[in-house]
């Protein structure tokens, strides 16, 4: 059983940000980035209009690139391995290769994951017209109809990325209004190809051979509607992505990691659990921002450097 002082799980903005920071105080640590995914989800993001210090914007990926080769300076290790499990009491984790790993502190910063419809169908129609990400699917629906269900910065930033491949985009929101920002919502209106649908509800999917080929719809007023998709992405928001420590780190209402004020130390009304450290989209229910994720990541890297530091004195 490997030992490693410092282990950061996770591959997005806070788990890289803990890396610089930690390795920068003298603990460099192992970074365990999950196989399917290294890089968290900027990678399926295009452009990155709000992270400071890139006036013309930047590319997802090429940001998250430029993180990791910053960590990795500091001499931070990667693994392109998931972490399939963790005792927390016991401090040690098992890696999709075998290994078991124990460890004195962890910063966990798994992120947040797509949340379902939950409609009949879905999970089977995922990858058959059903997607949670327009840059990884989107040109596959080059000049056909495809709709976006959600009103969020999430749902535009899809459907503005489809708009540039797909002949129509119907998004479909549910209530009366959007969510997303003005800066989003304004480019969305001024599409000539995408059309927004209020006050609509998924019911089910409308498939042919196992394909999808559009979504009935309740109104607000209790009638149907449909749209034809060959596509359809659902873009619904996100839940932190904390299956791995259930019922053994305290969770908020919200299903977040409870943490001390604005800390990354874990904790539930004065009880600490030692060693564990969290930050990023798992601690956060409001903003979930890349420069946010960021921010709390260095607080992360700060608080496990001096835990290490007092263990070791
Ligand atoms: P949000 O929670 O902001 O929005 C979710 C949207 O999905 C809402 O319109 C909500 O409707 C709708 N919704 C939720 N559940 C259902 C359902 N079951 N059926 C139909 N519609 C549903 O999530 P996002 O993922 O859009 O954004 C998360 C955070 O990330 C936000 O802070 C956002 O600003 C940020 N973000 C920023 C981007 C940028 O700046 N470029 C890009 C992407 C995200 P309702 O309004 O009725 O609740």
């Known amino acids: 059983m490997p030992h490693v002082p410092l282990v950061i799980i996770g591959a997005g903005p806070a788990a890289l940000t803990a890396a610089i920071y930690a390795a920068r105080a003298g603990h460099p640590p192992v970074v365990y980035t999950g ?32 993180m990791q080769a910053q960590a990795a300076r500091f001499g931070t290790q990667f693994e392109y391995a998931d972490v399939t499990a963790i005792d927390v009491a016991g401090q040690t984790l098992t890696v999709s290769t075998g290994d078991q790993v124990s460890y004195d502190a962890v910063i966990f910063a798994t992120g947040s994951e797509h949340r379902k419809l939950g409609l009949a169908g ?7 017209g059903v997607s949670y990400c327009a840059t990884c699917d989107g040109m ?32 479909l929101v549910r209530g009366d209004k959007l969510r997303a920002s003005k800066a989003m919502s304004d480019r969305v209106n001024a599409a000539p190809n995408i ?37 359809v992405f659902i873009a619904i928001g996100s839940d932190p992505r904390t299956q791995l420590v259930a019922g053994q780190v305290p969770l908020t209402e919200a299903g977040t ?37 960021a921010g709390s990541g260095a607080v992360a890297g700060m608080d496990a450097a001096a835990y290490l530091g007092e263990l070791a004195s």
């Open 140 to 171: 596959f629906f080059k000049g056909e109809r495809v709709a976006v269900i959600g009103g969020g910065d999430s749902a535009m930033e899809e459907a503005l990325f489809l708009a540039k491949h797909a002949e129509h985009v119907t998004v």
């Open 195 to 231: 059309e927004l649908r209020f006050g609509r509800t998924a019911e089910a999917f409308y498939e042919q051979d196992g394909m999808v080929e559009g979504v009935i719809l309740r109104t607000a007023e209790g009638g149907q509607d449909f749209v034809e998709a060959a596509g």
């Open 35 to 66: 196989i399917e995914q290294p890089g968290g989800d900027l990678t399926t993001t295009t452009d990155v209009d709000n992270f400071p210090g890139f006036p013309e914007g930047i590319q997802g990926p090429e940001l998250v690139e430029a």
């Open 257 to 293: 990691i409870a943490v001390r004020g604005r800390s990354s130390v874990v904790s539930d009304a004065g009880h600490v659990v030692p060693g564990f450290f969290a930050a990023g989209d798992v601690i956060d229910p409001t903003y979930r921002q890349a420069i946010v994720a």
């Open 122 to 128: 879905e999970e089977e129609l995922t990858g058959r």
